[in-house]
């Protein structure tokens, strides 16, 4: 029996047909690429890759299979899409518990295999991320994400608390953040109040009072959370200890005066190197984002530059516990070279 076949669309008018594996569902978003050869769970659980089209560079994907949900880093998939050079159908792996095509057809997403992601890649290289649809009997307008609010699509709706074994505490600002940063707090004995993006803790007399503040990873563009950089403002001024995380590191230098640009085509593997200032060290980091800070607030310093094109990685205040990384120090998936970064920002608490 012949399989169906889709087609993916760029808005510059390449099209492409390729096998699909996933449901026959057209969905239209901003098209990237992940260069990264393990780890496509995590990378698809992420909520980072809310509202896009994901090219997996790594030709051979579905290997071994999907985990249970636990060990995922979100609910659901959180791509719009996915295209693969080559899609495995027979998994083999013991904590497989169905296959990414099976995965996909459950959650209505579209999987195609289209073997010339190279060509794909490159072009979005040359030209930049561009937006694009997979279609497959019937045609859709092509969207933007980046102009709606997904912070607030993926941010969670209530406030949760967990105990952990010590006596700090730590407000995690859910901005579309992965359970590993709850994890990597918790394992280090810290409690972890977690609360929505636009929930503001110093208008609530009866809150639970907090040790410092973490701002979790996120998609989209870091100026539609306004309500998340307007709660930062009101935390730099009482000087609480702050943390940012991927798009937290970006709504840090909005909320201190900084800036954040769109770059070409983003950085999105688990190999991204990035240089520490003032040292000679240079770590292997896990990212996965399209924005970045252009300027450095006044008062804060670059802390980490990446090394392929000198962007910003992260900043750190001169005097106050103010500090944020462009990475992902909880990796999953990648390298935990920079997880020591939860022990620094917690000695600061």
Known sequence: MRKMTGKLILEDKTQIIGESFGA???MAGEVVFATGMVGYPESLTDSSYKGQILIFTYPLIGNYGVPDKK???????????????????????????QSLAEWFKKENVPLLEIK???FLTQKIREKGTMLGKIIFKKDI???????????????????????GSGLKTVLLINCGAKKN???C???????????????????EKDFQKFDGILISNGPGNPKMAVKTIQTIKKAIVRKIPILGICLGNQILALA??????????????????????????????????????????DGFKPWFTNANDNTNEGIIHKTLPFMSVQFHPEATPGPK??????DYFLEKI
């Open 24 to 26: 026959e569902t057209p």
């Open 71 to 97: 060990l995922w880093e979100s609910e659901k998939i959180m791509v719009a899409g996915l295209i693969v050079s080559t899609y495995n159908a027979t998994p083999s792996h013991f904590q497989s518990k």
């Open 116 to 118: 010339d992601t190279r």
């Open 141 to 163: 307008q092509f969207h933007d994400p980046n102009k709606e609010n997904l912070v607030d699509q993926v941010s969670t709706r209530k406030t949760v608390f967990i105990k």
């Open 181 to 183: 940063i709850e994890s």
């Open 185 to 203: 707090l918790v394992k280090r004995g810290v409690n972890v109040l977690t609360v929505p993006w636009d929930f503001d803790p110093f208008t």
């Open 256 to 297: 201190a005066g900084g800036d954040t640009q769109k770059l070409k085509y983003g950085h999105r593997s688990q190999n991204q190197p990035c240089k520490m200032a003032d040292s000679d060290r240079c770590f292997i980091t896990t990212q996965n984002h399209g924005f970045a800070v252009s300027k450095i607030p």
């Open 337 to 342: 070279d920079t997880e020591w970064i939860f």
